[in-house]
């Protein structure tokens, strides 16, 4: 009897120890812990983890010290990393339908670009790579990109000849190949000795590469063309997220969801700050001649439409008020 009583005991125990288990994942990213993104997902983490009574921990690694960015992905493409922050312009190597963000101009201001990414459009973008190892959870903002470079850019005229570097993405190559420029690849991690050696000769991001890049110690002209208004992506293992309960993938997306509105509070303060640290390097601002390099790059743009699924991408995005 006793001995009875003894292994319903233990049996009790491994039940309730299984019950208890703690999901525990990984988040990598490359940036440093000062950035608004980390704080973003730290937040996340620390709301995943309130909110489901401490069952799901969330450890992030910033830095890039699992890796770079595409390493990264690959390992939650993989499975062997739950989750990572990327930019959404190389995730249109893994799905298609995250070229719309890396086509230029295609967003009318700021405001209609946010309203994008929470639509159904926006939505719909984040799901479409599951078939390809990943799902995105929500976007984060990372302001707008513009060239910078060693001499003054205020017509496409000014582009050529220069070699610019680019991230992995083929839309991002065409264009800088539309507006007259050598597009070179390259990881962001390398992009300040190839400007500082002259491998390139300018580069386009938002304002804050400027300073957390240390791209404005060399490059003291920043043309704000805000030619592409590029998110960040918090993504995670398609694997890992089948394998959760759907009551932990509800607290998981919301979190993220949320995360979102607080980096998007945090960022515009951020950028004013780094662009006033980048004018203490000698960085000079101007606003080039926009509308030329809206029509230098539309002959690309009426190409693009050819495909029936990003001209209706397209068309959603543009019927979002």
């Known amino acids: 009897m006793k001995l009875k009583h003894l292994g319903m005991i233990i049996a009790l125990g491994v039940l309730a120890q299984t019950a208890n288990a703690v999901e525990k994942m990984r988040l990598g990213h490359g940036l440093p812990e000062d950035h608004a993104v980390h704080k973003a997902v730290m937040r996340f983490a ?112 000014d582009l050529k000849g220069l070699k610019i570097r680019v991230q992995q993405s083929p839309t991002t190559i065409k264009m800088i190949q539309a507006l007259g420029a050598t597009p070179t690849p390259m990881a962001w991690g390398e992009v300040y000795s190839a400007l500082q050696t002259g491998v390139v000769d300018g580069a386009e991001n938002n304002v804050t590469a400027l300073t957390n890049g240390r791209h404005g110690e060399v490059c003291k002209f920043y043309a704000e063309t805000e030619h592409q208004i590029v998110p960040d992506v918090l993504v995670m293992s398609s694997v890992r997220w089948d394998s959760l309960k759907k009551q932990h993938q509800e607290i998981i997306k919301k979190a993220a969801v949320d995360s979102y509105e607080y980096q998007k509070s945090l960022w515009g303060a951020f950028e004013k700050v780094e662009r006033e640290k980048s004018l203490t390097l000698g960085v000079k601002f101007n606003t080039p001649n926009k509308p030329a390099f809206v029509a230098k790059v539309k002959p690309m743009m009426d190409e693009e439409r050819k495909n029936a699924a990003i001209a209706k991408l397209l068309d959603e995005i543009a019927a979002v008020k």
């Open 46 to 157: 620390e709301l995943v983890k309130e909110r489901s009574n401490g069952e799901i921990e969330i450890k992030v690694f910033a830095n890039g010290v699992l890796g770079g960015e595409r390493e990264m992905l690959e390992q939650v493409q993989n499975g062997v990393l739950e989750m990572t922050k990327a930019s959404a312009s190389p995730l249109e190597t893994f799905s298609a339908d995250y070229k719309v963000f890396n086509l230029p101009f295609v967003f009318r201001d700021r405001d209609h670009f946010f309203r994008v990414l929470t639509s159904p459009v926006g939505e719909s973008i984040l799901a479409s790579s599951k078939k390809r190892g990943f799902i995105g959870l929500a976007y984060y903002d990372s302001g707008a990109r513009s060239f910078y470079a060693k001499k003054p850019i205020n017509t496409p005229d």
